[in-house]
């Protein structure tokens, strides 16, 4: 099977450019002959398109095409790197000129054999764009109009977009590493306005992964999308001011999970530890949350959005526990940095593009399962909110300091939902909020495909995930103080 | 075919300008050929170099050189649109006929179109945005070690650094369209920066400064850059809590600069067609208070904001948004002008240098004036509601009583809503920051809502 991603990628990347595998292991043994320790090739081709429904016509489209190939030499704990958008020997030869410049005239070293694994890919390598027809596809976005208009007459605007991406990349590196990937990842969006009474709300719901536009179809998710977003929008359309201060905050299952993605998965992310620039560096062994936390970052889940059959270095990605019962377990880590760290690469090492230098990033990060029956969690709390969607968030992994914007939540008075409260942003602690993790519930879900998660400038698709959770103190920042 | 454009003076540059403008003519003629009615096209290379050095030693060289290019057609009034990195001729065939596959499909749109040839700019000012730095990787090596090495000597609670960084950027823009216009400049961008960690009890803390130009003579000198870093990662160190409650608030220029991006993104164009913005229908009302004025300078000399066009090829000029506190002016392109009946401002893209006049005060000044109430040096987090104008967000800072700094505070949130917020703006420093298109001293508002413990 992987076999078949090579041969695909072999002739999307190299066979126009007249390049082969022996003319890519010359280049990196030029790389090599030079006090260099490591040295890879990324080639990548991708093809976007979206198509986006407004005022109930499809009016805009866009179609892109980008491929190029980055170079890449690593000496210590120094890196060169440079890419070009052309895919052709010359192009390749001084890129890698450039990027073996950090090196100091030394050594030789010859590239190992290629060592080609099998690993059996986690989607289709069928280019998901092309599943439907241009007329299929706006069917598509009319009938999720349609449906949230129906809805409600309050719906005042509708927008739905439609985002398709087929990409195809190869890495070759003097450790041996052949490895080819075949990506698709799809993506809806419905997002509405609805107004009352001179009042304006928004809602928005999407979805998606690494299948084709079939998905849609076969599983009638746009029109989901549409009924969530409307619905979203009309329980903002009631909600009050929320509250300011500290309190228990109960978090729904799914997408709330990027409380994990920002108060854990980032400051366990190798490149911050090895630099002992995270909160949790040096830390491996000890209690970083409570016993009720194991956290997960798994790249090798069928189909996710977050997922990958062989990260961009061109290791397999894998199921990396990362905090069990709340002792730190491990770190997330690319080639590089488990080098340094004396550690095994864990299948996290990701890129946005050629023109991107990978380092450690998350893939699909989440809760494990606790015991509690998501009820029993709710009526637990006397006065605190209960927030079910959120924006997204932010942290600094330094001093650990989190931020997520809840664009959904409700009030929890002696144990029962009350009303909704405006969207308000929660602050905490990562290793204080973990701590304070006090119940979990027995309903963990993943989000529905609409994650991106940003770094040192780089986006890259990710997933989140957790059963409803309980977590003692949070600061809530609403106006009603 | 109504306006011919001929720029005052194009600098010489390491680009050939000749040829990427035959691209883009190229782009355009073919687009005719295939049929489209209308079309517009731009492209834009870019080359720099980046260095970062962690700890006295270099840790990455990066080498850049992008360029991309994108088509729009329209088929009557049908739109379609592709981009391609590959400059081929091709290639280029491949990426107009892509744009015109969807336009095939796309709906009729009665207010798509190109914009009207008259309000396209018919000769368009030298901006001097364009000074390329002749920076070898060993000068960049050399000056981020000195940086970094300020900012470590600053302090010896200064115990990690994320590391200082030297980047060079020069680019080359040509944008062209059916109606004749052909717009093209080149402009470059360099910056130098560093981040510190300082531990104590314990904690870490970070914190950084940065300073961007067009040209690199007018670049902060890296001693003072790495001092400033130290500086302020020191004063982080020991922060406390501070109590739920309601206060004054300065936000420091740097995050005041969100206060004003946010008021552009809620008077632009598309959040207000589509009746997504609290400032809908507020054209010719006190948004301000009537202190307040703000104006769009896009042809400053040298400035990181100024362009000699808009993104459309529209003149754009100085012109106030706000005058003694009332929205004198929407920030449009072309399309949503149409839809709102409206003029075009020559916004399409953004806006190029915003400024909001001082009223004489500079940071210490504001801090007296607000006596006792929170400095905020950092927001965290995507709470701000353009729909609504709601705004809750994670921030850090300083306490202040009696106009003085007394600690540094440190997670908690900031509530109000950004329409009151506007209006309870109480002064605005002469501490400009001029590091990006939007340029403001910092803000004294009147009243927010803390959330801390």
Known sequence: MSEQNLIIARQALLTPAELDENKLQQVIDRIMGHDVDYADLYFQSSRHESWVLEDGIVKEGSHNIEQGVGVRAVSGEKTGFAYSDEIILPALTSAAEAARAIAQHGQSGRMAAWQQQSVTPLYTPDDPLSVLTSEQKIALLREADQEARKQDPRVSQVIVSLAGVHEVILVTANDGTLSADVRPLVRMNVSVIAEQQGRREQGSAGGGGRVSYQYFVDEKKHLDFAREAVRQALVNLEARDAPAGTMPVVLGPGWPGVLLHEAVGHGLEGDFNRKGSSVFSGRIGQQVASKHCTVIDNGAMASRRGSLTVDDEGVQTQENVLIENGILKGYMQDKHNATLMNMAPTGNGRRESYAHLPMPRMTNTYLANGDYDPQEIIASVDKGIYAVNFGGGQVDITSGKFVFSASEAYMIENGKVTYPVKGATLIGNGPEAMKLVSMVGNDMALDTGVGVCGKEGQSVPVGVGQPTLRVDQLTVGGTSA | ?453
């Open chain 2, 1 to 453: 075919m109504t306006t011919s454009t001929v720029p005052v003076q194009s600098a010489a540059s390491q680009f050939d300008n000749s040829q990427l403008c035959e691209i883009v003519e190229t782009l355009i003629r073919i687009a005719k050929q295939k049929g489209a009615t209308d079309c517009d096209a731009g492209l834009s290379v870019e080359e720099g170099l980046s260095v970062t050095v962690r700890l006295g030693e270099v840790e990455t060289i990066e080498h850049n050189r992008d360029k991309s290019l994108g088509i729009t057609v329209y088929l009557g009034q049908r739109k379609g649109s592709a981009s391609t990195t590959d400059f081929a001729q091709q290639a280029l065939e491949e990426t107009v006929q892509a744009a015109m596959d969807i336009a095939k499909y796309t709906e009729e749109d009665r207010y798509a179109g190109l914009v009207e040839a008259k309000y396209l700019a018919k000769t368009y000012p030298d901006l001097e945005l364009y000074h390329p730095w002749a920076l070898t990787p060993d000068e960049a090596i050399d000056m981020a070690r000195q940086g970094e090495k300020a900012a470590m000597d600053y302090d010896k609670r200064i115990t990690n650094s994320e590391g200082a960084y030297v980047t060079n950027h020069s680019g080359y823009r040509v944008y062209g369209n059916s109606h004749g216009f052909l717009g093209h400049y080149a402009s470059s961008r360099h910056s130098k920066g560093c981040t510190v960690i300082a531990s104590q009890d314990e904690r870490m803390e970070r914190d950084y400064w940065y300073s961007l130009a067009r040209n690199a003579d007018q670049l902060e000198d890296f001693i003072s850059i790495g001092e400033k870093a130290g500086q302020r990662v020191i004063a982080r160190l020991g922060a406390r809590r501070i109590k739920t409650g309601k206060h004054p608030v300065v936000f420091h220029a740097e995050v005041a600069r969100g206060l004003l991006g946010h008021f552009v993104r809620a008077v632009s164009g598309g959040p207000l067609y589509r009746n997504a913005s609290f400032m809908v229908k507020k054209l010719g009302e006190q948004v301000f208070p009537q202190r307040i004025n703000i104006e769009e300078r896009p042809h400053l000399p040298g400035a990181i904001g100024s362009a000699p066009f808009d993104s459309e090829g529209v003149q754009n000029r100085k012109h106030a948004l706000v005058s003694d506190g009332v929205l004198q002016s929407y920030v449009l392109d072309s399309y949503a002008a149409r839809r709102l009946e409206l003029e075009p401002t020559g916004n399409a893209g953004g806006v190029h240098n915003l400024f909001i006049q001082d009223d004489g005060l500079d940071l210490a000044g504001l801090l007296k004036q607000m006596n006792t109430g929170l400095l905020i040096t950092e927001v965290m987090g995507q709470g701000v509601n353009i729909v609504t104008g709601d705004y809750s967000r994670g921030a850090t800072g300083f306490w202040v009583e009696n106009g003085e700094i007394q600690y540094p505070v440190e997670e908690f949130t900031l509530a109000s809503n950004l329409a009151t917020m506007y209006q309870q703006l109480v002064a605005v420093g002469n501490d400009v920051d001029t590091r990006s298109s939007l340029c403001t001293g910092s803000w004294l508002i009147e009243k927010m809502t803390v959330a801390g413990n």
